[in-house]
């Protein structure tokens, strides 16, 4: 195996395509880089998926790494977008999941009091929050578009662009129950 004082001529030889060179990069570099991953993210199992996903996007880019930075720092930066990507991710899939549940709970809680719940309701709780809240201030509240905008930080033309794209929505969920 090349030393790492070989480094600079294994990189260029990677970016030309050596599958060799870069092979032998990725072994050298892997140890360095799954301790940080798994220092990052404090979960082996999630540690060692980052690191497979960074040594494939590394594998994938080779031929776009510029070397104005060490390899090692340039694998480093790759898996820490990939953490911040699965984070986000994640985020997305809680908050999902979170709203779920409230709606659940709503639902629940109107059983138990023998409350319809009607049909409207589960469409309208299918709707982002970002076009749910207009409509119930608008239709069911009665706010005025300039009071919905000023309380949400937004734009007017926002405000109506959003009743009208979520009241569309509406219909299509309600039509296709029909």
Same mark, same amino acid.
């Given at each position: 195996?090349?030393?790492?004082? %070989?480094?600079? @001529?294994?990189?260029?030889?990677?970016?030309?395509? %050596?599958?060799?060179?870069? *092979?032998?990069?990725?072994?050298?570099? +892997?140890?360095?880089?799954y301790r940080y991953m798994l220092k990052v993210t404090m979960n082996k199992a999630m540690?060692? %998926?980052?690191?497979?996903?960074? !040594?494939?996007?590394?594998?994938?880019?080779?031929?776009?790494?510029?070397?104005? *930075?060490?390899?090692?720092?340039?694998?480093?930066?790759?898996?820490?977008?990939? +953490?911040?990507?699965? !984070?986000?991710? @994640? @985020?997305? #899939?809680?908050?999902?999941?979170?709203? #779920?549940?409230?709606?659940?709970?709503?639902?629940?809680?109107?059983? !138990?009091? @023998?409350? #319809?719940?009607?049909?409207?309701?589960?469409?309208?709780?299918?709707?982002?929050y970002e076009i749910r809240v207009p409509i119930l201030l608008k239709y069911y509240y009665? +706010?005025? +578009?300039?009071?919905?905008?000023?309380?949400?930080?937004?734009?007017?033309?926002?405000?109506?662009?959003?009743?009208?794209?979520?009241?569309?929505?509406?219909?299509?969920?309600?039509?296709?129950?029909?």
């Amino acid at each position: 195996m090349e030393q790492l004082g %070989d480094e600079a @001529q294994l990189v260029k030889r990677a970016v030309r395509g %050596d599958d060799h060179a870069l *092979s032998t990069l990725l072994r050298s570099h +892997y140890t360095l880089l799954y301790r940080y991953m798994l220092k990052v993210t404090m979960n082996k199992a999630m540690a060692e %998926d980052l690191v497979q996903d960074t !040594m494939l996007k590394a594998i994938e880019k080779i031929g776009m790494f510029r070397q104005q *930075s060490k390899f090692s720092t340039w694998l480093i930066s790759i898996a820490t977008r990939r +953490y911040i990507d699965e !984070m986000r991710k @994640q @985020q997305r #899939e809680q908050k999902w999941q979170t709203q #779920e549940q409230a709606l659940q709970s709503i639902r629940f809680h109107a059983a !138990m009091q @023998q409350q #319809e719940w009607p049909h409207t309701l589960d469409a309208l709780g299918e709707l982002s929050y970002e076009i749910r809240v207009p409509i119930l201030l608008k239709y069911y509240y009665g +706010y005025a +578009y300039e009071e919905i905008a000023s309380w949400l930080g937004i734009p007017v033309g926002t405000v109506k662009s959003r009743l009208h794209n979520g009241l569309k929505q509406l219909r299509k969920e309600l039509d296709e129950d029909d």
